[in-house]
């Protein structure tokens, strides 16, 4: 790789970072053509953008990156490296954790969001259990529903044993109504 090919392949990454909240780093070590391929296929439908890097690129493309010290990552750059970059806090997370039933890899290295790092694979069931901000604010609209829907299902319950008790008492005074006039009737005929 020539000198201008590695400052374009610098410059590539440091606009897939720049504003990046998620950034996951995995070792697709050990997956075949067929393997990798589908593994990117899927990111690819969940809106995950996914880039094999060369680890000294990759570190000079975070050390140029402002705002962020991407500096406790570095340690897991040895092997096959995946960029993974994506909106939602646990996507990259759930799409490792789910292909990894079928195989071993892809491995978790490291991961960058929510402004905390985390380091190793033994985060990843931690990472995909977070929740992302659609889910957040479905459990909060959830929340939000929840005493409204009981105050109308109390009303309506409320109206609903109203009318039911309404009926109750309306329904003894038209049968008693004809039974007393039948016993008025009575006496006046003889």
Known sequence: MTKDQKVVAIQEIKDLLQDAKVVYVADLDGLNAAKSSEFRRQAFKQNIKIKVVKNTLLQKAMEQIEGVDYSEMFQTFKGNTALMVSETANGPAKLIQGFRKKEDK????????????????????????????????????????????????????????????????AAPAVEETPAAESTEETPSAE
């Not at 659609?134 to 829907?149: A, H, K, T, V, Y």
């Open 106 to 169: 892809p491995a978790l290295k490291s991961a960058y969001l929510q402004e905390t790092f985390y380091v190793g694979d033994e985060n990843l069931t931690a990472l995909a259990n977070i929740k992302s901000r659609e889910e957040m604010i479905g459990e909060i609209i959830g929340l939000l529903q929840s005493p409204i829907q009981r105050v109308v299902s109390a009303l309506q319950n409320k109206s609903e044993a109203v009318e039911a008790t309404t009926e109750e008492v």
